[in-house]
């Protein structure tokens, strides 16, 4: 028998959230539905900044995008690692300082460079041809931006091939090899001045030694670029811990396992740099705070055997891509019969025009009927920022839940919004 996560209870045989009723929930504010619990999101960030009392903790905003979620995070004092002006406009209005927020990308828009050199933003800079933009944008408003160079260390992430990002093979950032000539030329430029160093190597990582490896490999760069006269104040090593998505992952690696990989040898090494002041440690967590403090609940539309057990509910993959992008596994209760012995194998689809809409194959559960609720468990990382409207489907409903009361933090879409922004050309009238 499954047992639910230290944060989800059950009672009554309903599977609850942060004090709330998940039947209750679904009743008030119908499916498809995805449930946070707010407390659950301080309590990770809080991990995090235990785990790393001397660093910044930038928020990857691209694992929830919410407004309210990003707002939590700003009044816990995080800052961002924002991969667009959206998610830049959208940091700053819920409260993030700017001199907390890392601009990371690897193909800005002239628009988004400009953004970022007129609020006084930090970019963290992909290429070489990208540095002279940076320089020419700076220099025309007469301002002068602070940069990091976004290295490729070469390390692999153990990870999902599409979520690995430190390869030599990856689009992102500049050969290990390139990067000390590139802080030589930035050096020189007008309006550039070089202030950190940033990698990235991946995300859903569950062996830490790549963090060590990666963190070695940075702080040669940063001996080098030491060498040549730049001092750098941050040394940005991204993020990429991932959570126990399977109940046998449970050994996953928590912020404090991450810190172990990293701590010693980054103090070590930034203490025989032998400078007054050492560079700052910066971590860009985006799914460890926010994966497990979000459910999203859908209803069961029909049951049906066939080649196997398919169960269809009304949540899609336009929903939560993972399964289907990554095939991600994500934990399902029959919310409805959370306590319930298991009686089947089902496998659990959405309604999309698509084969691959799968959510979970061949998982042993309660007696599934049409009706019953279907949670899927840690899906705050990468769901809803993933969303889409395919197939003629507006997106759900989010809520926030806080000592067992629910705020609706984004409404349900209606049918009209799909037509959001579109026009006919009057020959179509
Ligand atoms: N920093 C940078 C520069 C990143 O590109 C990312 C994630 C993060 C931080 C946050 O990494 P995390 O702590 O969440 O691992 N959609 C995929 C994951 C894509 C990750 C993209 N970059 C998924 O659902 O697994």
């Known amino acids: 028998m499954f047992t639910i996560k230290d944060h989800l209870e059950i009672k009554n045989n309903h599977l609850m959230i942060g004090g709330a009723d998940t039947t209750v929930l679904a009743e008030q504010f119908g499916t498809p539905l995805y449930i946070t619990n707010e407390s659950r999101v301080i309590g990770n960030f809080s991990a995090y900044r235990k785990a790393f009392p001397d660093a910044d903790i930038n928020y990857a905003a691209k694992a929830n995008g919410s407004f309210a979620i990003i707002r939590i995070l700003a ?6 690692d924002v991969f667009s002006f959206g998610e830049l406009y959208m940091a700053l ?43 020419k944008i700076a220099d025309s ?11 490729n260390p070469d390390v692999s992430a ?51 030694t790549p963090f060590t490896e990666a963190t070695h490999k940075m702080m040669d760069l940063v001996e080098k670029i030491t060498g040549l006269g730049i001092n750098l104040k941050f040394v940005d090593m991204g993020s990429g811990l991932g959570i126990p998505y399977k109940k046998d992952e449970g050994q996953a690696p928590t912020p404090l396992d991450h810190a ?12 025989a740099l032998g400078i007054s002041i050492s560079p700052r440690l910066v971590l860009e967590p985006g799914r460890f705070i926010v994966a497990d403090t979000t459910i999203l609940l859908a209803r069961v539309n029909t049951v049906k055997k066939a080649a196997r057990n398919f169960v269809g509910v009304d949540a899609g993959f336009n929903l939560l891509v993972r399964p289907t992008m990554y095939d991600s596994y994500h934990h399902v209760v029959v ?26 194959k061949d998982r042993t559960l309660p007696h599934i009927e049409k009706g ?35 705020d609706v933090i984004r409404s349900r879409e209606d049918f009209v919004d799909l037509l959001n922004g579109q026009k006919l050309p009057a020959r179509l009238m």
């Open 372 to 406: 019953d609720l279907i949670a899927l468990l840690d899906a705050g990382a990468y769901g809803f920022s993933m969303s889409s409207q395919y197939n003629g489907r507006p997106r759900c409903a989010e809520v926030l839940i806080k000592d067992g009361e629910a």
């Open 158 to 208: 153990k990870t999902h091939p599409k979520i690995s990002t430190g390869l030599r093979t990856s689009k992102f950032g500049i050969p290990s090899e390139e990067v000390v000539d590139a802080y030589k030329e930035a050096n020189g430029l007008p309006g550039i001045l070089p202030a950190g160093i940033h990698c990235h190597i991946g995300s859903q990582i569950l062996d830490t």
């Open 335 to 360: 919310a409805n019969k959370a306590n319930s012995r298991p009686a089947d194998t089902y496998t659990i689809v959405g309604p999309i025009c698509e084969t691959g809409d799968i959510f979970a």
């Open 141 to 151: 408003l007469g301002k002068t931006v602070e940069i990091a160079f976004r290295v």
């Open 75 to 80: 009044r816990e004092g995080a800052g961002a």
């Open 93 to 135: 209005l819920a409260g993030i300082p700017r001199e907390k927020i890392l601009f990371n990308g690897n193909s800005k828009t002239d628009f988004e460079l400009q953004k970022a050199v007129e609020i006084g933003i930090k970019v963290s800079v992909d290429s070489i041809d990208e540095l002279h933009t940076l320089s």
């Open 260 to 271: 172990k990989a990293i701590l010693p040898v980054f103090e070590e090494r930034t203490r």
